[in-house]
């Protein structure tokens, strides 16, 4: 159908727009009206409807912005679209570290157990920190010869509460809050435990099922089924409904929030051979999240229709791991076999805990394919080490210049931007650079990457100090642990060394100085060094990022 309105155009949305062309078609059809002053009932007339026009417009276009994924920016609005396709909202993700736990005397010195001796700390012990619960998600079992060890911890609060269906219909819903950790609820109906499903698509009318849908206004609801696609509880029937709720970000504590010194570990945790007990975070705490924004959902419900929930391809198992809720970046290691190696960096950033580890390992069990075996490994970040020298046009200031370059470089390579494997191609660092306004040209000296290593056949960080000294060629290597302070270096599959725990060792690329930790036997990490100004083909498990303390500009002014 054409478009036959003589006086407005669909090009004319805006108040003076419409105005004009109102305005400038009455002197053709109506050369008698010669006064056009803003106090004339006509252009008093024709402002009115051009502003209603313009109303009406503005909400034209607020409806269909809002139809479409991509434009949406109200959260219901994005709900609605996504329940289209029977997305199901993530809930909240808990934060989680690794603490390092330490055995003392009764002087706070290291103790040391005898042959045979042991300290545990089961898994589920509570541990407040700064006023938050948090719990272990693993046993911790320090033998002799060992005085420390690495335990997972994860921040919620548990729930249960009873209730009574008096008045059960299709469509009733049971409220667990905008704090509720998504997968973490358990339902138990007159002594049967019901089963947790994410769509009732596959539900028969006698399939005791229910789903956790989170609705428009953030809060994460329990839902039966209809009676004809699962099976509605009984009026009268009693329930226990148990759950768990976390603060999200506010657990994202920094490294070092935790140094804590008791004589036991959690509520009743005695200790049976040591006196006390130090605890700390080395790390950050990290992955805590509520339920997804809007941007999550834009990323991940597409991402929910292309796999169907299984996980194939290559493709499938990043686009699987980015579906959780606490992951925010992954890669694969994808031989088309048997075996699948899967590296992930939880939300914010730093390194994954080994409770979200085991989590996503656990979240894999509904995708895989029954032959495939995945493995899920933290993804750790490589330094960047950029020296530029910068010339600005003419008449531009030092300041000026070095602000500009430092916060694009900062922007292009931090870790938002960044992904998991992402080569950093050289090409790319000159044209962020010379894109800028205040710059005539630019001259790399040096880049370089301080590797991250790679935790290979475990999941407990290197402690050690690295020095850099340069390459030729990418090489790549395995340190060893063996006992007590011996380790082995490897470069590919010839043994280089035997180093010793706190001595330097250095060869013609760098220096290393492995220091004590909590190590088993057979303990490896691998790492890669990469030759000096060239582009950087960084490893599937490392994130290179560019930060400031390693960014060195010299500026040099155009002063004629």
Known sequence: ?????????????????????????????????????????????????????????????????????????????????????????????????????????????????????????????????????????????????????????????????????????????????????????????????????????????????????????????????????????????????????????????????????????????????????????????????????????????????????????????????????????ANVSYDCGKFVTIYVSPQGGGTASLALLDSVETWFEKFRMITTFVDIKSVGEADLNLDVTVTGKLHMKVADIENQVKTALLEEYNYRKADVGKAVRMSNIWATIDNQSQVKFAHINKLYTIPYFFPSNHNTELNKNFTLKGTNIKRTYTLIFNSGTSWQLFEGPFLEAELTTGTEYENDYFKLTPEAGAYTSDNRWVFSVYPANKDIEITPNSIATLKEENLTLTIKETLS
Not at 43 to 63: C, H, K, P, R
Not at 124 to 139: A, K, L, P, V
Not at 165 to 172: A, I, L
Request: with cysteine.
């Open 1 to 329: 159908m054409s478009f036959k309105n003589p006086w407005v155009g669909y090009l004319e949305r805006g108040y003076f727009q419409i105005k004009q062309k109102l305005l400038n078609k009455l002197r053709t059809s109506n050369p008698e009206i010669t006064d056009y002053s803003e106090s004339n009932v006509f252009v008093i007339l024709i402002s009115i409807f051009a502003g209603l026009t313009e109303q009406l417009n503005y909400y034209i276009d607020q409806l269909l912005r809002e139809s479409f994924l991509p434009t949406a920016r109200r959260y219901s609005s994005v709900v609605r679209l996504v329940r289209l396709i029977d997305y199901r909202i993530k809930a909240a993700n808990p934060a989680s570290t690794d603490l390092k736990v330490t055995l003392l005397d009764l002087d706070e010195n290291p103790y040391e157990l005898s042959y045979g001796e042991g300290e545990t700390i089961p898994m589920g012990t509570r541990i407040e920190i700064q006023g938050m619960d948090f719990y272990t998600t693993r046993d911790l079992v320090i033998n002799y010869p060992h005085k420390e060890g690495w335990v997972p911890v994860a921040q919620y609060t548990k729930h249960q509460e009873s209730h009574n269906f008096s008045s059960v219909e299709p469509g009733s819903v049971y409220p667990l809050g905008n704090d509720y950790i998504h997968d973490s609820c358990s339902v138990i109906i007159e002594t049967q435990t019901w089963e947790r499903v994410d769509t009732f698509a596959m539900s028969k009318a006698d399939d005791k099922h229910y789903i956790v849908d989170i609705k428009e206004d953030g809060i994460a609801y329990i839902e039966f089924g209809d009676g004809e696609k699962g099976q509605l509880p009984n009026n009268g029937d009693s329930a226990t409904i148990s759950w768990r709720s976390t603060n999200g970000k506010s657990g994202n504590l920094s490294s070092g929030a935790v140094d804590i010194i008791d004589t036991k570990f959690g509520d009743d945790g005695d200790l049976t051979y040591a006196n006390k007990i130090n605890i700390v975070n080395p790390n950050r705490f990290t992955g805590g999240t509520l339920f997804e924004g809007i941007e999550e959902i834009r990323r991940n419900a597409p991402l929910s229709l292309r796999t169907l929930n299984r996980a194939v391809t290559r493709q499938d198992y990043i686009d699987v791991a980015k579906m959780h809720a606490g992951v925010d970046k």
